[in-house]
Structures are given as structure tokens and as C-alpha cells.
């Protein structure tokens, strides 16, 4: 058992110290981030902080002010032992906890209920057939269903209008759509992947209108969210096989959904697996509920 415990020191002095066991951690203003800073020192969601095999993860959602550790901006880095994460005027110290010490962390956190525990046992006999039936299983993603469809294709080169005044106010108006869909792309991961091609055809009407600078700038954006959501995809993919592996369908269910954004509007066998995959999970998840 890993428990991550948390020690946030607020810029009014005040400690707040808190145990989680998750892989994901959200640090962010939002009522739905575990660890909720102040809305004048966060954005919704500013920090991503995950457990690996490795160790523990911090990724920036949020560079509105940029998030530091040890003083130092950060875009994807390792949190090594005693470093202080810094989200404007509060720090954080994050402490990963494992074996015995992380089980009495958590029993202060939260208690199980020995009646819960055994209806869940005299769940399982009547549960397996649910979850193990013929009917509903997955069945193994083949070589085809296993490669997943390309998000974008080639950057976008060309300005759809010709004359650089126009191209220039074109240029203005797709940066900021853009960046205003990344800015809701830990909502909507749609708009993440749309923003790709809209920066890439505001980088190229800058250049036709005569803005290297702002073009370079656009460029620089597109290719650092393209690199960022490729990653994430990636990620949700390892993801979605570890929870099938080890028969977390809720975990499962919850991937899939996303995976599922990232490639709306796309067909292929991949799309389609996972379609089928998502109602099979459906019938599995509320069996259980149900039981």
C-alpha cells in the first residue's frame, strides 16, 4: 500500500496536512481537487501530481502563474524527497508512504465498515458470473484494434486567406480560440485536440501576414500541445490495460471514456473496440452496483 501525505503551507501561515491513497492527485482551486487551494493562488486545476513505479510525478495544468519546484518552473518532473512544490504563495511537501506506515495513514483517513466487508464477500460468488460470463467479456485487443488512430495529421502550413491584412487579423482570431481551448482541455479533452490544428493555422497566417514573431510563437504552442496530448493519450491507453489486467472495471470505465473524447469524430477498428468496450464495462460497473 502507497499513501501519498501532503503538507500545505498556505500564504496566511496556516499548515493543512492530508493523506491520500490515489495515483492521481489533483492540486487546483476546483471543488473536486483532493488538495483545494485558495481561487486567488490556483486555477481550477494546476498540478497533476501522480505515483508511478518510479516514484512521484508532478505535471503542470497551469502556467497562470507557472508552478515551481524548488523555486524552479516546471512543465512534467519528478518530485524527489523533500522537494517543495510552489503554486504562487503556498507550498507543498509531498511524502510518498509505503508498507505498515502508509496502512495507519490511511486508517486515520478512513475506516472500513466490517459489514460492507461482508457483503462483499457473499457478493463474489454471485458477482462472478457477472463479471466473468462469456456474454460480456472483452475479449483481447488484436494488432488491429491495438493501434490507435493518429489524433492530427500533418501541422497545418497554409493560410486560408490570401491577403496579409486579413491573414493577420485571421491569425489573431484562431490564437485566441486556441488558447482558449487549451485552457479548458482538463475539462474537455476535445478541445485539447482541436486546439493542435487551430494554433498551427494561426502560426501559418502570421507568416503570411508578415508576424514572424507571433507565428513562432503560435508554432512553439502548437507543438508543445501536441507533444503534451500525445503523452496523456499514451498514458490513458498503459492506463486502460493496467485496469483491464487487474479487473478494475470502474478505473477501466472511467479510461475509457476519455480515450474515447480523444478520438471522437475518428473511425477505425481501434474507435470501434473501444465503443464495444465502453458498453460491455457499463453492464459490468452497474451489475455490480446493482448487486
Known sequence: MRVLKFQTRLPTGQIEQLSIESERVL?????????????????????LIELGPAGVFARALSFEPPPTINNVPFTQAPLPPGA?????????????VEGAAAGGAQQAK??????????LLLMVPAAGYLFFGDDVGFGEPDETTAQPPEL????ATQCPQGEP??????????????????????FHVQDGVSAVPTYETAAACFRAGGDQASGHLADES???LRREMTDDFRMRRVRLEHALATEDYVSAQKEVRVLLQFVEGKSGDYVTWLSNLERKLKLKVGAAENQ
Open 152 to 155: 492530427w495529421g500533418p501541422p
Open 165 to 186: 491584412a486579413t491573414a493577420l487579423g485571421f491569425a489573431r482570431e484562431r490564437m485566441a480560440l486556441a488558447d482558449a481551448k487549451r485552457e479548458r482541455r482538463p
Open 222 to 224: 502548437a507543438k508543445y
Open 84 to 96: 517543495m512544490l510552489g503554486v504562487s504563495g503556498t507550498q507543498i511537501y509531498i511524502e510518498l
Open 110 to 119: 478512513k475506516k472500513s465498515s466490517p459489514v460492507m466487508l461482508i457483503a
Open 27 to 47: 492540486i487546483g482551486s476546483g471543488a473536486h481537487c483532493e488538495i483545494r487551494l485558495p481561487l486567488a493562488e490556483a486555477r481550477v486545476e494546476h498540478v
